[in-house]
């Protein structure tokens, strides 16, 4: 369980895109909130899948649908932010305005990467006749997993940061950023 916690949090995606984003144009200290609403919207996912989100899901198809829909457009719109974000934060780290606690909170909620995540790992870990100690298990593995990611791409973010200070690799890094977040949007659509 570990190792996968591990792989579905480390690995590429939105949520990692965002953060390292987030690293480069605000620093570490004000990415917390977003690192913050990452770790608690992705429990509260994987509480919720635990008590029977993919049940739902797999029985009101128009909802995961819906869900799609509303994740690849918000997903869409924060490319565009990531893109037009400019250069890194000043050394007094003034200028824009990273994600809210709120607003990566509830992203875990439209996250293709994050629904699948919690689906699959309620699918495989949880067993019916243990359920209350699995959720226990499921959630603290897959928090802590998730701690772990938040901090290293948003510090892999902060650290590339003092290489983008030159206006023209900073607009290419956010580019390049906003695309692999648009990227990641195709096989939620396919």
């Known amino acids: 369980m570990t190792a996968f ?5 480390c690995t590429p995606g939105p949520n990692n895109i965002m953060l390292t984003a987030s690293g480069v144009n ?7 909130p977003h690192m913050s609403g990452v770790v608690v919207g992705f429990a509260v996912l994987l509480g ?7 049940l739902l899901l797999a029985a009101y198809p128009a909802i995961h649908v819906a869900l799609k829909v509303a994740g690849a457009a918000y997903m869409l719109w924060l490319a565009w932010k990531i893109a037009n974000a400019g ?9 824009g305005r990273p994600l809210t606690f709120l607003q990566a909170a509830a992203f875990q909620w439209v996250n293709p990467k994050g629904v699948l995540a919690s689906v699959g790992g309620v699918a495989l870990f949880l067993r019916p006749e243990s359920a ?3 959720t226990a298990i499921i959630l603290v593995v897959f928090t802590l997993a998730t701690v772990i990611s938040v901090v290293i791409w948003t510090g892999f973010g902060t650290v590339v940061s003092g290489l983008l200070r030159d206006p ?8 390049v950023m906003a ?6 949007i195709v096989p939620m659509v396919l």
């Open 179 to 184: 695309l692999l977040l648009v990227a990641s």
């Open 5 to 9: 916690a591990l792989a579905m949090a």
């Open 48 to 54: 919720a899948a635990c008590a029977g989100l993919g």
């Open 26 to 32: 605000f620093g570490f200290a004000r990415s917390v």
């Open 87 to 95: 250069q890194p934060r000043s050394a007094e780290g003034e200028g």
């Open 132 to 134: 209350a100690l699995d």
């Open 168 to 175: 023209r690799h900073a607009r290419v890094f956010n580019a």
